[in-house]
């Protein structure tokens, strides 16, 4: 597979019949949801699971989403979602970007970027990355 940025972290998908909408191809709120999931297996991959962040009382919030559909995903087709660290600013936000294939043609079905800023998990409030996410999240960094 070809991917936009070198060393990525990634899950294998299969599409289940629930993900299909009416038009027969995977729901655009689907994609949102595999995004979750890849960016906290990717975060637990890091050591920073949900019980680390809420011994700390801090969690990453998302802030913004941008989600470019190329090609529509189908019932039982593989894919393989990737995603990417590519800015922690060492105070408040952290970027991830996102791509999705479909290993079969090698097909780009999605790119996406997502915006998070930290959070006070018992106020919602914003607060400053905690030293351990600024070290993990900064070492796990790429340049795009």
Known sequence: MEWDLPEPFFIELVVEPSAIDEYDHVNNAEYLRWIEQVSWAHSDSLGLTLARYRELDRGMA????EL?????AFEGDRLALATWIIAADSRLTLIRRFQLVRPADGR???????????????SGRPRRLPEEYRRIYGEAAVAE
Do not use: G, N, Q
């Not at 998302?62 to 989403?65: A, C, E, L, T, Y």
């Not at 470019?68 to 529509?72: I, K, N």
């Open 108 to 122: 780009t079905l999605l790119k996406a970027r997502t915006r998070f800023a930290c959070i006070e998990l018992s």
């Open 68 to 72: 470019d559909y190329l090609a529509p």
């Open 62 to 65: 998302v802030h913004r989403h």
